[in-house]
């Protein structure tokens, strides 16, 4: 996700004279326009999102993240490095970033983030017609099942395991009762 702050309302009584020219500062500064990641040797394995990346303007960020389908290529392909380019004021700039096995990481809470970032990138590239809807739902289901993650085409069940059964007779609850609607 990017890191845009934007100004869409003022409260009753504020000036808005300092917003418009917060605004208008941000507007009149260079801009890092089309903005690529390339990832070399790892290319064919690696699976990114959001895949078309935002303009970023000073004190801006965006997440770029990205799985590789393999998590023992980085060890096979050795001087492995990402290319972040982009362009400000027409100028190209180039940034190198070395990959290193052991920066991998192995934290399934970061794999899951993963895995919904690139889920949203693929419904989007769906709805705006970038993506086959039969392909790109192959691709959210097999990465939704593989990383537990709530989609558009999956669901998550939870299953309760008890050792010991309970007694007593079942009781119909009416959920609708208990519900509070904010």
Same mark, same amino acid.
């Not at 507007?27 to 078309?52: C, D, F, M, N, S």
């Given at each position: 996700? *990017?890191?845009? =702050?934007?100004?869409?309302?003022?409260?009753?009584?504020?000036?808005?004279?300092?917003?418009?020219?917060?605004?208008?500062?941000?507007?009149?500064? &260079?801009?890092?326009?089309?903005?690529? +990641?390339?990832?070399?040797?790892?290319?064919?394995?690696?699976?990114?999102? &959001?895949?078309?990346?935002?303009?970023?303007?000073?004190?801006?960020?965006?997440?770029?993240?990205?799985?590789?389908?393999?998590?023992?290529?980085?060890?096979?392909?050795?001087?492995?490095?990402?290319?972040?380019?982009?362009?400000?004021?027409?100028?190209?700039?180039?940034?190198?970033?070395?990959?290193?096995?052991?920066?991998?990481? =192995?934290?399934?809470?970061?794999?899951?983030?993963?895995?919904?970032?690139?889920? *949203?990138?693929?419904?989007?590239?769906?709805? *705006?017609?970038?993506? &086959?809807?039969?392909?790109?739902?192959?691709?959210?289901?097999?990465?939704?099942?593989?990383?537990?993650? +709530?989609?558009?085409?999956? *669901?998550?069940?939870?299953?309760?395991?008890?050792?010991?059964?309970?007694?007593?007779?079942?009781?119909?609850?009416?959920?609708?009762?208990?519900?509070?609607?904010?």
């Amino acid at each position: 996700s *990017s890191g845009i =702050n934007a100004e869409y309302g003022v409260a009753s009584g504020v000036r808005m004279e300092g917003k418009v020219l917060a605004q208008l500062k941000k507007a009149l500064v &260079p801009v890092w326009g089309e903005t690529r +990641v390339e990832w070399g040797k790892l290319e064919p394995y690696i699976h990114q999102a &959001p895949l078309i990346l935002p303009p970023l303007f000073p004190g801006e960020f965006v997440h770029i993240y990205a799985l590789l389908s393999d998590s023992n290529i980085l060890n096979e392909r050795e001087g492995a490095e990402v290319k972040l380019s982009g362009s400000i004021t027409g100028k190209n700039v180039e940034f190198f970033i070395p990959l290193f096995s052991e920066n991998v990481s =192995n934290n399934n809470l970061v794999h899951t983030l993963t895995a919904k970032a690139i889920i *949203s990138d693929i419904e989007k590239r769906i709805e *705006s017609n970038e993506v &086959p809807l039969s392909e790109g739902k192959t691709q959210i289901i097999k990465l939704a099942t593989k990383y537990s993650v +709530v989609s558009k085409y999956t *669901s998550l069940i939870a299953k309760e395991v008890r050792s010991t059964l309970t007694e007593g007779t079942m009781e119909t609850e009416d959920v609708n009762e208990n519900l509070r609607v904010a």
